[in-house]
């Protein structure tokens, strides 16, 4: 059976940066109180008009390309992952794949919000393992800015913009991406989310005087289930696969708070040198989180590495995958 590898990752995050100290003059909080709370220091923002969603992922897209020396027009299909998309109506991906010029790619936004990017990888991965792609592209993109109210301390310290991509071709025999474990539990909707500007909450001003159409959590349950659903779904995937935590090179989190990370890694017993981290620079960048920190962090793989990857996010949605570098 043919599986599809990681060939190549492209990155793209605003220049301009949000830093703690900035924050302490926006809303009640301190440098200290981030930091020990979430391990964030600061986070990019993207401050021009002009740059949206689409326009981040095209750019991180463009990042791939040159990287790989690709003509775009080979490109056969693109995902992008976001819960931030231009528009509610025209994808996201569609409008970002005409900006890279991929003019051959059919073009399909995923939303599992933090969890997107993870979901897009292996239904991405699923074309190539059909056989009748060899070109597939799986971008996660947020503004998170777009939909974060800067007077709420509960979550504007949190989050950033940014984005990721990767190139999935086919892989040579033994590496690639091995196995999913994805689980879903949307009884827990409104603990995360945005509710206004949707069908159940069409955007009225009545919305937003609510502030509907910003992102509201109930910070402490969210940390809670992230811990579960990531270490049990990271501890089921090892289970599937005969390995055991030693097996494992590298774990790739989703980037949402660092006391998160440090606890499935704990509950995992995994050391945290093999944990890749970069939420100190990026925060929460939603779904961009895992294709920044691979694009961060490429040069430290190598060909036959083992790969945790996983996430957590609104819906509840979660879950691990496990790939061969
Ligand atoms: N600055 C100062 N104080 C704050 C801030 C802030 N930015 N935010 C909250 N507080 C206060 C609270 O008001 C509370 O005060 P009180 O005790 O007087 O009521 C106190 O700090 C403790 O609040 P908690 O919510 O218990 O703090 P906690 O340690 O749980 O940290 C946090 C809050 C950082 C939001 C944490 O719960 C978290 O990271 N949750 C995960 C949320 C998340 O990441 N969501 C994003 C998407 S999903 C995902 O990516 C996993």
Request: some cysteine; glycine content about 8%.
């Amino acid at each position: 059976k043919v599986l599809a590898a990681i060939t190549a990752t492209g990155g793209y995050v605003p220049d301009t940066v949000l830093d703690n100290a900035a924050l302490e003059k926006m809303v009640d909080t301190s440098n200290e109180w981030i930091l020990t709370r979430t391990g964030i220091r600061e986070r990019r923002i993207a401050s021009d008009p002009n740059m949206a969603t689409s326009d981040m992922a095209s750019l991180a897209i463009k990042d791939l390309l040159a990287q790989k020396n690709i003509n775009p027009e080979e490109v056969e299909c693109i995902i992008l992952a976001t819960s931030t998309p231009d528009f509610l109506l025209a994808p996201a991906a569609a409008i970002a794949a005409s900006k890279a010029g991929l003019n051959n790619a059919f073009a399909l936004d995923l939303n599992a919000a933090c969890s997107g990017f993870l979901y897009a990888l292996s239904t991405g991965a699923m074309f190539i393992e059909s056989g009748r792609y060899k070109k597939v592209i799986v971008a996660g993109t947020d503004k998170m800015s777009s939909i974060v109210n800067y007077s709420d301390r509960n979550t504007c310290v949190l989050f950033g913009d940014g984005a990721g991509a990767v190139l999935l071709e086919p892989a040579k025999e033994g590496y690639g991406l091995q196995d999913n474990i994805f689980k879903t539990d949307g009884s827990g909707s409104e603990i995360l989310a945005v509710q206004g500007g949707g069908s159940k909450n069409p955007a009225t001003a009545e919305t937003v005087a609510q502030n509907l159409h910003y992102v509201q959590q109930d910070g402490r349950t969210v940390f809670k289930n992230a811990i579960k659903g990531m270490s049990s779904a990271c501890a089921d995937i090892l289970a599937q696969n005969n390995l055991t935590a030693d097996d494992i090179d590298w774990v790739i989190p989703h980037q949402a708070n660092m006391r998160i990370i440090d606890a499935v890694g704990d509950q995992l017993g995994i050391p945290k040198e093999k944990i890749k981290v970069n939420i100190d620079r990026y925060g929460n960048t939603t779904a961009a989180t895992l294709p920044l920190v691979l694009w961060d962090y490429k040069d430290d793989f190598k060909p036959g590495d083992k790969i945790l990857l996983t996430a957590f996010g609104a819906g509840f949605t979660w879950g691990a995958s496990y790939l061969i570098w």
